[in-house]
């Protein structure tokens, strides 16, 4: 045999070579696994924004959207970053002074300035949709509501976003894109089929909707009430009906000119308080289409509204607001307005949760009957104690939780047919990840085409899981060669020889 000396000198691991191979496959195996992991490090995070003004009869908010830039049609990837609630009343109530409504809008405008970055600024999408108020001014008085909208569209123009427009939304649109608010901000749009919808529930202060899937309905019972959706690969046939001079504003306006048919100087009230009184006007009263046509003839300029705190004579009064004399369909809700079965659960917010929320009375697994006996006694709690028991609530509010608590259970059971079974399904929401319920949302992603019909491809490895498993594989040929080289190698050399 070679002396040992010789032997090492006959290694070929020393010959230039080899040595070069060794280097340049160390090399590359760094240079990917060095590729791999920054690859795979988070990018600064790139968002969109959008931006949608609700113009509702009470009051107008403005919302501002946020999503990362690259996962356009992700499920569950758009947030509410940030609301802005408008100084003052809803647009509708600027009719004699139109520019007004331009005016208010601008302080949430400059606060949204601030909160979508500067260089976003331009291509951030901005719309205005307009709700109730504005559709009973437009019956009203076309053109004081025309000059309305050409003042805040003036207004907005001027804004450094893109303005897309400031429309009325139909009352069918409000109901379905609440609808789709809620399912997608709950998930439930992307399931692979199954998994029930849930139904949404929207009290305004004008107008009210009720939108929910029913296996029982297919849209060819009164078609009006139906709208069909392809949302990421699945079919949905959705009821919705929104019921104009039915939010809580309206409503009331019809209980007080029921109350007040014979002109009368005072009027009492059994959904207010006892030793509530406020003097009102007639003309006032009946200054709105959903009452205008049964103001009394020679009734006072005024009149006293006083509180009599009674809580089933005031469910009797609201009762009374619903018709339900004729229903042309198979089964009606109220007004001749077709409604399939109740299905599922349903989610109810603004007014719904306000005022439940105001009443401790959001856990719908406390029985109905409870829930009215607790009404009853805060009914009939005296005006002046309940003044000082919540001396932090908005008088205006305070006044008429009675009145709304009791229109909103008799909304739901009388109207829309819930029981004391079905009423459990109700949840009272004011918001789902951080983001308010309402038809905003539902509306931005329509009109940004944010929600695919079909289902997007997926990748069969999530970007993260591939650059992983890169990275493993060549670990692991890191560690072959080295194992090969250090502990295998006076033998690997050897078996060209013996053979
Ligand atoms: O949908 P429309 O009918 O156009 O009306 P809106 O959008 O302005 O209606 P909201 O849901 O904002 O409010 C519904 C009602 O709830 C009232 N409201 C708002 N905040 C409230 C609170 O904290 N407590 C009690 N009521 C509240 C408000 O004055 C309205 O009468
Ligand atoms: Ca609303």
């Known amino acids: 045999p070679p002396p040992l000396s ?49 113009a509702g009869s009470s009051h107008t908010a403005l919302y501002i959207y946020e999503w990362p830039a690259e996962k356009d049609n ?36 400059q606060e949204a300035e601030q909160w979508v970055p500067n260089k976003r600024h331009q291509e951030t999408p901005l719309y205005l949709g307009a709700t109730a108020g504005m559709r009973l001014l437009n019956m009203e008085n076309s053109l004081a509501s025309d000059q309305v909208f050409q003042a805040v569209a003036a207004t907005l123009q001027k804004s450094p976003f893109s303005f897309q427009g400031a429309r009325i939304l139909s009352g069918q649109e409000e109901g379905a894109y609440g609808w789709v608010t809620v399912n997608y901000l709950d998930d ?145 809700s109220f007004n001749g307005v077709f409604q399939p079965d109740l299905q599922g659960t349903f989610g109810a917010f603004s007014a719904y949760y306000f005022v439940m929320n105001f009443l401790n009375l959001t856990d719908t697994a406390i029985p109905l009957e409870t829930v009215k006996e607790k009404l009853a006694t805060y009914c009939s709690t005296p005006w002046p104690q309940i003044t000082q028991q919540h001396k932090d609530v908005k008088l205006k509010y305070l006044a008429e939780y009675c009145f709304s608590g009791t229109y909103i259970l008799t909304l739901l059971t009388e109207g829309y047919n819930f029981n004391s079974d079905s009423y459990s399904n109700i949840r009272f929401i004011k918001k789902i990840k951080g983001s308010d319920a309402g038809w905003t949302l539902g509306y931005m992603l329509n009109l940004t085409n944010m929600i695919p019909a079909e289902a997007p491809d997926t990748p069969p490895l999530p970007y993260a899981g591939y650059v992983s498993i890169v990275t493993i594989i060549a670990l692991v040929l890191v560690i072959i060669f080295a194992l090969c080289l250090y502990r295998f190698w006076p033998r690997c050399p050897k078996q060209p020889q013996i053979i």
């Not at 060794?22 to 988070?42: D, E, G, R, S, Y």
């Not at 509708?92 to 405008?109: D, H, I, M, Q, R």
């Not at 202060?205 to 849209?219: E, N, P």
Request: aromatic fraction near 10%; hydrophobic fraction near 30%; include cysteine.
């Open 188 to 332: 439930r749009l992307t399931q692979v089929c199954g998994l029930e919808t849930t139904g949404a529930l929207d009290l305004g202060g004008a107008s009210t909707q009720i939108s929910f899937v029913s296996s029982s309905y297919d849209g060819s019972e009164s078609p009006s009430n139906s709208v069909s959706f392809r949302l990421y690969g699945n079919n949905y046939n959705l009821y919705t009906h929104s019921f104009l001079c039915y939010g809580k504003d309206q409503v009331l306006r019809l209980a007080l000119a029921h109350l007040s048919q014979s002109g009368q100087s005072t009027v009492e009230d059994p959904c207010f308080h006892p030793n509530f009184t406020e003097s009102k006007n007639y003309s006032v009263l009946y200054d709105s289409p959903c009452v205008s046509d049964r103001k009394p003839h020679g009734a006072p300029v005024a009149f006293t509204h006083k509180g009599t705190g009674n809580f089933s004579l005031c469910q009797q009064v609201l009762k009374n607001v619903f018709n339900f004399s004729h229903c042309p369909y198979s089964q009606c």
């Open 6 to 54: 010789e032997m090492k000198e006959k290694n070929p691991w020393h010959t230039p070579a080899t040595i070069i191979i060794t280097v340049i496959f160390v090399i590359a195996i760094v240079a990917l696994v060095t590729v791999a992991v920054l690859q795979n490090k988070p990018l600064p995070p790139k968002y969109k924004y959008g931006i949608v003004l609700d």
């Open 74 to 109: 992700n499920t569950g990837r758009v947030e509410q970053t940030h609301s802005c609630k408008v100084k003052g009343p809803g647009i509708s109530s600027y009719a004699s002074s139109p520019l007004k409504a331009g005016e208010s809008l601008k302080v949430c405008l």
